[in-house]
């Protein structure tokens, strides 16, 4: 199972926004410049030290996580593999425009002058990637036994 290509590319997809739901993925900074609110998937931390949460952003990679690593386990169904990795990578691209919104909602909210990204932002573009080349690799699979089994008849 793990000595498939594709399952190691589903495994580094749920390490990647593992790290992504634990890491930082940007920071405002106010008015004044100093003031700075640390804006993580599960929510923004205040400078005052208060909390606003953002629990959608932290339920869509929460699922993007579980879809990921079960899809890893769907091995002998590799059509149903193959749907799964397409779902991962839309709810993905749904997490970019839920962070969007919150990120412009936020800032009015906050009166914020700025938002600095930070690096963990660009991990689920990665696993888009790395979701796209486990559906390449899961695909050639399919064509494979597809062809062997036409042989056989």
Same mark, same amino acid.
């Given at each position: ?25 940007g920071q405002f900074i106010g008015t004044d410049g100093v ?18 949460? %953002?629990?959608? +952003?932290?339920?869509? @990679?929460? /699922?993007? $996580? ?8 769907? =091995? *002998? ?36 002058? %700025?938002?600095? +990204?930070?690096?963990? @932002?660009? /991990?689920? $573009? ?8 486990? =559906? *390449? ?17």
């Open positions: 199972m793990i000595q498939r290509i594709q399952s190691v590319y589903l495994l580094l997809v749920t390490i990647l926004l593992v790290v992504t739901i634990c890491m930082p993925v003031t700075a609110h640390v804006f993580k998937p599960l929510g923004v931390s205040l400078a005052g030290g208060g909390f606003l949460s %953002t629990w959608g +952003l932290f339920g869509i @990679l929460l /699922l993007s $996580v579980l879809v990921a690593f079960c899809t890893i386990f769907l =091995f *002998r169904n590799r059509m149903l593999q193959i749907r799964m990795t397409i779902f991962s990578s839309i709810l993905l691209i749904g997490y970019y425009i839920a962070f969007c919104v919150f990120m412009f909602i936020l800032k009015d909210n906050l009166d914020a002058m %700025t938002f600095q +990204l930070g690096w963990a @932002l660009c /991990l689920p $573009v990665v696993a888009i990637i790395l979701n796209y080349l486990a =559906f *390449r690799a899961i695909y050639k699979d399919e064509v494979m036994v597809k062809a062997a089994d036409r042989l056989r008849r």
